[in-house]
């Protein structure tokens, strides 16, 4: 396969599952949909990104321009999802006004979210883009081997960045933008799935871990940030804003100890390298030569 015709299968594949997400998200903007089409929103633009180079002039950045209000209406809508059954769990009594605040804010997001998406499709986006993506040409190299000259720069730099976010103090903005620098490295390493083994699985699971410590940590700074204004005059947000505070230190202590003890222990990024790096093998091939005598029976043991 060659780096033309990987890019047009990714892309193809993303479209795809962003237009049947948009399908199912027009009938229903509930908090599973709304998640899902922030994802397939999310792996298309980092498709675009990662393959920008083989499609002409502006194309990606265009493509990816007109995604972003339907992304930045759809994380609306989950920030609310996420932040009003994180109040009640850390105690915010169900009756608050808050959340009935948060829902009658919640409702207007969908239907902005809805407005967004109705505005991508009147251009004809995102259904159109598919032929832009089956003229991509280029160089006739080996994906698999491009695979291997990339990933390996990428992985030492989500090492490198890691490092300064958990191994020194940090701000919630710092560890908010490595978890942004985590989800578009998964999703890159997603594109290249295919060229490797079992083995890539487990670190994308790795990723994945740290984008889920980072998430809910961040989850519990939008929260914190709903919560503070009104603490002074209402006493009944002072213990569920103390429990969100508490939560976000656990898991950004979580984080900094996962970071530490497995993600980047002893040896691991120089692992992640060179599993990276590792050229594919090649065909064995065996020539048949006539046999001088006939064969013997296998034994049961050689036949299995």
Not at 64 to 86: G, M, N, S, T, Y
Not at 213 to 226: I, N
Request: proline letters at 6%; aromatic letters at 6%; glycine letters at 4%.
């Amino acid at each position: 396969m060659t780096s033309a015709e990987h890019a047009r299968e990714m892309l193809r594949q993303s479209i795809g599952k962003l237009e049947a997400q948009i399908a199912v998200t027009l009938k229903d903007t509930g908090e599973d949909p709304v998640h899902d089409l922030r994802v397939s929103i999310r792996r298309v633009s980092q498709a675009l990104r990662t393959f920008a180079d083989l499609l002409p002039g502006k194309s990606a950045k265009n493509m990816r321009k007109a995604l972003k209000p339907a992304l930045d209406a759809a994380a609306i809508a989950r920030d609310h999802d996420v932040c009003e059954a994180l109040l009640v769990k850390c105690g915010l009594p169900e009756g608050h006004p808050l959340l009935a605040t948060m829902k009658a804010e919640r409702d207007s997001a969908a239907l902005a979210l809805l407005g967004q998406v109705y505005l991508l499709l009147s251009t004809g986006a995102p259904a159109a883009w598919h032929q832009r993506i089956a003229a991509i040409s280029g160089p006739e190299n080996d994906a698999a081997l491009q695979a291997r000259e990339a990933l390996p720069p990428l992985a030492s730099e989500f090492f490198e960045s890691g490092r300064k976010v958990a191994l020194q103090a940090g701000s919630a903005k710092k560890l908010h933008a490595f978890r942004l620098s985590a989800k578009r490295f998964r999703y890159t390493l997603e594109l290249f799935r295919p060229f490797y083994g079992p083995v890539f699985l487990q670190r994308l699971e790795r990723v994945r871990e740290i984008q889920s410590l980072l998430g809910k940590r961040q989850d519990c700074a939008v929260a914190a940030e709903r919560l503070k204004p009104l603490s002074a005059a209402d006493p009944l947000v002072l213990p569920a804003l103390a429990e969100v505070e508490a939560r976000a230190r656990k898991l950004e202590t979580e984080f900094r100890e996962y970071w530490r003890t497995t993600f980047d222990a002893q040896g691991q990024c120089l692992l992640w390298l060179r599993y990276f790096a590792r050229r594919p093998a090649a065909p064995h091939l065996v020539e048949s030569k006539p046999s001088a005598a006939p064969r013997k029976r296998p034994s049961r043991r050689q036949a299995q």
